[in-house]
Antibody
C-alpha cells in the first residue's frame, strides 16, 4: 500500500526550529518529485516547498524562503523539512504530498508556534 | 488571499448536479492543467481530478472537471451526502514557481 507518514511536529517557541520527516512506504520516493503543503487551523491549503526527483530543482513559497529547507534521503525513503526562525503564522498541519499531481498525501503533522 | 479564486460555499440536494468554479490567471490556469482535491472533515486532502479532467482510479464518474482559458470548473452529478466536503483547485504557477491553490469551496448537501 502506498503510504506517507509525517512526523516531527510539536510546540515550539517563536524563533525556534523543527525538523519534519515524511516516511514513504509502498513506493520508491526517489523516483518522484515531492512537496510540503500546510493548512493553518480552519484555513485552506498553502503550498510550502517542492523538490525534484533528483533533488533538483527546489522551490519555496515566498512566505518560507530563507527559513525552511527541503531535502530527501533515498536510503531512508524519506523527505524532510528543516524549519528555522519559526513564526506564529507558521502554525499549521504540515502534509507531504507526492509527485506532479499531489496524488498521495500523508495524514499531516501539527506544528504549533507559540510562547 | 489565495491566488486562485473559488466561491466559499456551494450547496445542493441529493441527486442534484452542482458546479463550482476556480478562476486564475495566465501564469497558472492559463498555462498549466488544473487538479482538484476533496477534503472530507478531519481528513487529509485526496486527489479527485488531475490534468483538468482525469479521474484517479476509484473516483466515480459523477465527478467531472473542465478548464477553459484562465478558469476551471468541477461538476458533481447525482449528489450524495458523502460528497459533503471542502473542494480545492490547484495549478502550477510559472511566475511563482510553485503550486497555487484556491481558497476552497465548502459543499453542503442539504
Amino acid at each position: 500500500e502506498v503510504q506517507l507518514v509525517e512526523s516531527g511536529g510539536g510546540l515550539v517557541q517563536p524563533g525556534g526550529s523543527l525538523r519534519l520527516s515524511c516516511a514513504a512506504s509502498g513506493f520508491t520516493l526517489s523516483t518522484y518529485s515531492m512537496n510540503w503543503v500546510r493548512q493553518a487551523p480552519g484555513k485552506g491549503l498553502e503550498w510550502v516547498s517542492y523538490i525534484g526527483s533528483s533533488s533538483s530543482p527546489i522551490y519555496y513559497a515566498d512566505s518560507v524562503k530563507g527559513r525552511f529547507t527541503i531535502s530527501r534521503d533515498s536510503a531512508k525513503n524519506s523527505l524532510y523539512l528543516q524549519m528555522h526562525s519559526l513564526r506564529a503564522e507558521d502554525t499549521a498541519l504540515y502534509y507531504c504530498a507526492r509527485g506532479a499531481e499531489l496524488d498521495c498525501w500523508g495524514q499531516g503533522t501539527l506544528v504549533t508556534v507559540s510562547s | 488571499q489565495s491566488v486562485l479564486t473559488q466561491p466559499p460555499s456551494a450547496s445542493g440536494t441529493p441527486g442534484q448536479r452542482v458546479t463550482m468554479s476556480c478562476s486564475g490567471s495566465s501564469s497558472n490556469i492559463g498555462t498549466n492543467t488544473v487538479d482538484w482535491y476533496q477534503q472530507l472533515p478531519g481528513t487529509a486532502p485526496k486527489l479527485l481530478i488531475y490534468i483538468d479532467n482525469q479521474r484517479p482510479s476509484g473516483v466515480p464518474d459523477r465527478f467531472f472537471g473542465a478548464r477553459s482559458g484562465t478558469s476551471a470548473s468541477l461538476a458533481i452529478s447525482g449528489l450524495q451526502s458523502e460528497d459533503e466536503a471542502d473542494y480545492y483547485c490547484a495549478a502550477w504557477d510559472v511566475s511563482l514557481n510553485g503550486w497555487v491553490f484556491g481558497g476552497g469551496t465548502k459543499l453542503t448537501v442539504l
